[in-house]
């Protein structure tokens, strides 16, 4: 058994999985299989359990997300669970005024752009999260042996919705505070690093085996505006976990020209999305990190044999890589045939036993 720096509960099985064991590049039974955002979304008896519970609502009550997050482990046989939750939730929890709109996405009823703004950020202590430590206490409880990977959002990527004040295309809000007023701008960053880090160990603590910084939307950066403007930050947030020793994975959507330096940010595992095929994702990442993707999720919507064929690329890409973990290259889409994941996961699983 693997003893960390710090202690947490964790089944010795789990030390063991596939998935873990290809975040840590050791050789593994089959290349482990989980999907971003795979809770939720297309499932029919996700639909079925939430239906009349808003979202954030259904965040906060620890059997739900229990249930939630169990959905696609029971139905794809999946190499690991992702907590049921939202980036914003942390955010919630300290007072943010925000909520989570049907068909749009986390709106924020005063957006942050000045210093006084900033003022409302508060730390976030464990007890504003409770039910969070609830339910992964009940989750591990049932997962046995499969891994549970904790997630939030990171610093960028929060502070695009707290900026714009809800999704953005181009983010322009947040690249003016970013140029034109560096120093609120570094503040603002630091600050939800910390409740990010926050967040994350409340997780770890709790039960998860794995942690998951999705910084979603920060590709739309030149590499060297993020090597000065938002590095720091989510590394404050690596260093922050480390001592856990967890896994840690970075990803982002459209981070091609930025894989390298998300990877220097301190990640353990680099998620790719399906630009980049992972043979040249590893040329740019370095050695001594594992790779996470890559199918493109609009491919499930194609023929079985065009699934396979594009599988069996990535596949093929990942061959020589020390530690792959199977993904999508962004999250499940909403009108994905849940069929499609299960019948992924089986030929993934077939396609790499060894
Ligand atoms: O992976 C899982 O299945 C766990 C659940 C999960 C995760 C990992 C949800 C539930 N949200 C997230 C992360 C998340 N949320 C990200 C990072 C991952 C990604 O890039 O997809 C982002 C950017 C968000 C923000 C967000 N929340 C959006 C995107 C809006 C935009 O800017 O385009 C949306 C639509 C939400 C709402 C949301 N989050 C989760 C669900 C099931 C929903 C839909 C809620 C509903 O309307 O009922």
Known sequence: MRVSAIDKPENPAVAESAFLKACRREPVPHTPVWFMRQAGRSLPEYLKVREGIPMLESCMRPELVTEITLQPVRRHGVDAAIYFSDIVVPLKAIGVDLDIKPGVGPVVEQPIRSRADLERLRDLTPEDVSYVTEAIRMLTAELGPTPLIGFAGAPFTLASYLVEGGPSKNHEHTKALMYGDPELWADLLDRLAGI???????????????????????????????????????????????????????????????????????????????????????????????????????????????????????????????????????????????????????????????
């Open 196 to 354: 990010t880090a926050a967040f994350l160990k409340v997780q770890i603590e709790a039960g998860a085996s794995a942690v998951q910084l999705f910084d979603s939307w920060v590709g739309a950066l030149a590499p060297a505006d993020y090597r000065r403007s938002v590095m720091p930050a989510s590394k404050k947030v690596f260093e922050a976990v480390a001592p856990y020793d967890v896994p840690r994975i970075h990803f982002g959507v459209g981070t091609g020209e930025l894989l390298g330096l998300m990877g220097e940010a301190g990640a353990d595992v680099v998620g790719v999305d399906w630009r980049v095929p992972l043979d040249e994702a590893v040329r740019r990442v370095g050695p001594g990190k594992a790779l996470q993707g890559n199918l493109d999720p609009a491919v499930l919507f194609s023929s079985r044999e065009a699934v396979e064929t594009k599988t069996r690329e990535v596949l093929d890409a990942a061959a020589g890589l020390e530690g792959h973990i199977f993904n999508l290259g962004h999250g499940v889409l909403p009108t994905t045939d849940p069929g499609a994941l299960t019948r992924l996961t089986e030929y993934v699983h077939e396609q790499t036993a060894r």
